[in-house]
């Protein structure tokens, strides 16, 4: 198995057995994406050398707006489309492997988390998952310490306001805070 075939899998299936291939292939590239992550942060970088090193870890080359203060944390690492000019502060946490998508503009504050994955409630199935990808539109602006939780597509021009924990779509144009988040204003575009 392969990067490739891992998403259009888990696109299109969803579920990850534990203990099954799926499993197995990723744990493998968690470890992959520790020891990149590891590199960017341990020590500075330039910033030349950080979107070296995400291209690395993403799996394809990042543009020149893309621009990172580390530390960061990845569970995988090829489940990421991150569009240009995307900014992600100090501290976030990426469970990419049911796929997580930045558009174009996006800026991601501190410490936030992007999760994509669900354990089976069941006791007896817990160590499978189910995987639904996060999607946030161009220039959505998440706040410092928001959570955004598995399945969750966010519109254009949106912002997630600090410390929200993101569970529903949240429309274009709009502002949502609180826990969960809830839309407490529109933006005028």
């Known amino acids: 198995m392969d990067a490739e075939e891992y998403r259009r899998t888990v696109a299109r299936e969803g579920h990850i057995a534990g203990g099954?291939?799926?499993?197995?292939?990723?744990h493998a590239a968690a470890g992959e994406a520790q020891r990149v992550t590891a590199r960017i942060n341990c020590g500075f970088r330039t910033a030349e050398e950080?979107?070296?090193?995400?291209?690395e870890l993403v799996g394809y080359e990042l543009d020149e707006g893309f621009?990172?203060?580390?530390?960061?944390?990845?569970?995988?690492g090829k489940n990421m489309a991150i569009g240009r000019n995307v900014?992600?502060?100090?501290?976030c946490c990426f469970q990419d492997q049911g796929g997580i998508e930045l558009g174009d503009g996006c800026m991601i504050g501190h410490q936030v988390v992007i999760a994509t994955l669900n354990h089976d409630l069941a006791p007896e199935r817990r160590a499978g998952m189910r995987a639904a990808k996060v999607t946030l539109g161009k220039n959505v602006w998440v706040g410092a310490h928001?959570?955004?939780?598995?399945?969750?597509?966010?519109?254009?021009?949106?912002?997630?306001?600090?410390?929200?924990?993101?569970?529903?779509?949240?429309?274009?144009?709009?502002?949502?805070?609180?826990?969960?988040a809830k839309v407490i204003r529109k933006i005028n575009a």
């Open 50 to 55: 950080l979107r070296r090193l995400m291209s």
């Open 87 to 91: 900014f992600i502060n100090s501290g």
């Open 146 to 180: 928001a959570t955004v939780l598995p399945g969750v597509t966010v519109g254009d021009n949106a912002v997630i306001a600090a410390g929200a924990v993101v569970a529903k779509d949240v429309p274009a144009n709009a502002v949502v805070a609180g826990v969960p």
């Open 67 to 76: 621009r990172l203060f580390p530390p960061i944390y990845f569970d995988f």
């Open 20 to 26: 099954s291939e799926l499993h197995e292939f990723m």
